[in-house]
């Protein structure tokens, strides 16, 4: 059985679905190595290449169904940037799930009364905004299907028939399973200061001295020296 760290036990991860070796490497070394597209209930998919073809009308609504592709943004700031080029208020773009910062996505947004060559004439760094369609309705989170991630995987030191080996072997456990569990992992917990569901269970029980406690002043192996440092001096001498 595959041992479990204790960085992933303190977040109630104490098992794992499959149990064949994995195949080693880094993810996320360069930015395009971690891409994320957007799916809808609908079957849209938001790509990151934007359509090569001149964009015709389609649908019927005052919304306009946009994808936006988005490099080194935050969600909140990208949306933030893309209704001050246009000239309208932050209200009137919502979208239905937020992406990560640091990599290559593709979402959804929908603008209220808002005309494809505008949106066709917004040029920011790093951001693009293609239109898709016409809609009755906005955007929202229970429109979101799923995400389609193609990850890159760098610094494998196997040779390629371990690599296929290893991850077939993987694949066919997964399809016995019939897939696997939708478990909160790192994503949600953090990974330097896995900390956040402590916090959460202080809040929740009404003692907001021991969220703030756990917040400021528990230190991590994981963090640098002076940090961990800083927390622990805190800690022991409660002196805010």
């Known amino acids: 059985m595959l041992q479990v760290p204790q960085l992933e036990k303190g977040v109630g ?19 395009d190595d971690f891409v994320v597209e957007e799916l809808l209930v609908d079957g849209s998919l938001a790509e990151v ?14 919304y306009l169904i946009c994808v936006l592709v988005k490099r080194r ?14 000239r309208i208020s932050q209200k009137r773009i919502r979208f239905a ?15 209220q009364n808002v005309s494809p060559n505008k949106v066709l004439d917004v040029q920011i760094k790093d951001i693009t905004v293609y ?41 066919e456990e997964i399809e016995r399973l019939g897939g696997v569990p939708n478990f909160f992992g790192h994503q949600r917990f953090g990974t330097i200061r896995p900390n956040t569901h402590q916090i959460g269970k202080y809040l929740t029980r009404g003692d907001a001295e ?9 230190p991590s192996i994981h963090e640098n020296p002076e940090a961990r440092e800083a927390r622990q001096q805190l800690q022991d001498t409660m002196n805010f």
């Open 13 to 31: 991860i104490e098992t794992y679905a499959t149990q064949s070796l994995g195949i080693g490497g880094k993810i996320r070394q360069l930015l």
């Open 49 to 62: 290449s934007a359509p090569v073809e001149s964009w015709e009308p389609a649908g019927e609504g005052r």
């Open 73 to 86: 943004w935050d969600t909140f700031l990208a949306v933030r940037q893309v209704a001050e080029r246009l």
């Open 97 to 111: 799930g937020i992406k990560d910062t640091k990599a290559l996505t593709a979402q959804h947004i929908s603008l």
């Open 131 to 171: 239109p898709q369609r016409f809609s009755r309705e906005r955007m929202y989170s229970q429109l979101i299907r799923g995400n389609r991630f193609h990850i890159t995987i760098r610094g494998i030191n196997h040779p390629t028939s371990v690599i296929e080996e290893r991850t077939k072997s993987v694949q």
């Open 210 to 218: 021991k969220a703030a406690l756990v917040f400021l002043a528990e």
